[in-house]
């Protein structure tokens, strides 16, 4: 993802400079400004991203608001070009690793306006329920002391079929089996 990322900021700053060599305008400034800063933090990303099984020290405080903000100009999503709408509630700063943050929540954009209905444009909620301590007591292994939110992402896509739920969610068992394990640890 991140090497393709690369090559096509690549060949974007390259069309630019093509196109307008002669004439660089104001904007085409900016834009030229957002590649390269672009570009550096896609560098960053992969080297954070590579030294993950290195180092389980790469929590930190997240701000999940500029994590949304960051992932909402990547031009790679088509937000601008499908038009979509992109809304959300004030999102918490997280004890959490912000480069797979980012991959989450561009992995949940994109394939909201990857599947969505030809016939509408795609509305994407993103809302967030701070969680009771009452209900974090009851999970095993999570602290109550800590706060804890449920952050749901829909999309007025074209969904699937109730019948192969269980056929396409059975991808998330692993995940949570790895959730359930890190938390015991």
Request: a positive charge; hydrophobic letters at 45%; aromatic letters at 10%.
């Amino acid at each position: 993802m991140f090497l393709k990322s690369v090559i096509g900021i690549s060949c974007f700053k390259n069309l630019i400079n093509i196109n307008y060599a002669k004439n660089i305008l104001a904007h085409h400034d900016k834009c030229l400004f957002f590649v390269n800063n672009r570009m550096s933090t896609i560098i960053k990303d992969l080297l954070n991203f590579a030294h993950l099984n290195k180092n389980k020290e790469q929590f930190q405080q997240t701000n999940l608001n500029k994590i949304l903000d960051s992932v909402k100009v990547d031009p790679e999503l088509l937000i601008n070009q499908k038009k979509a709408l992109i809304q959300s509630d004030g999102l918490p700063t997280v004890e959490a690793i912000p480069v797979q943050m980012n991959q989450l929540f561009y992995n949940l954009i994109g394939n909201a306006i990857k599947f969505s209905a030809e016939e509408r444009l795609p509305v994407i909620k993103i809302s967030v329920i701070k969680s009771a301590k009452e209900n974090v007591a009851k999970l095993p292994n999570f602290n109550p002391d800590i706060n804890f939110f449920k952050i749901s992402v829909r999309d007025n896509g074209i969904g699937f079929e109730q019948k192969y739920a269980d056929q396409i969610l059975i991808y998330f068992n692993g995940f949570t089996k790895k959730i359930n394990i890190a938390a015991q640890e």
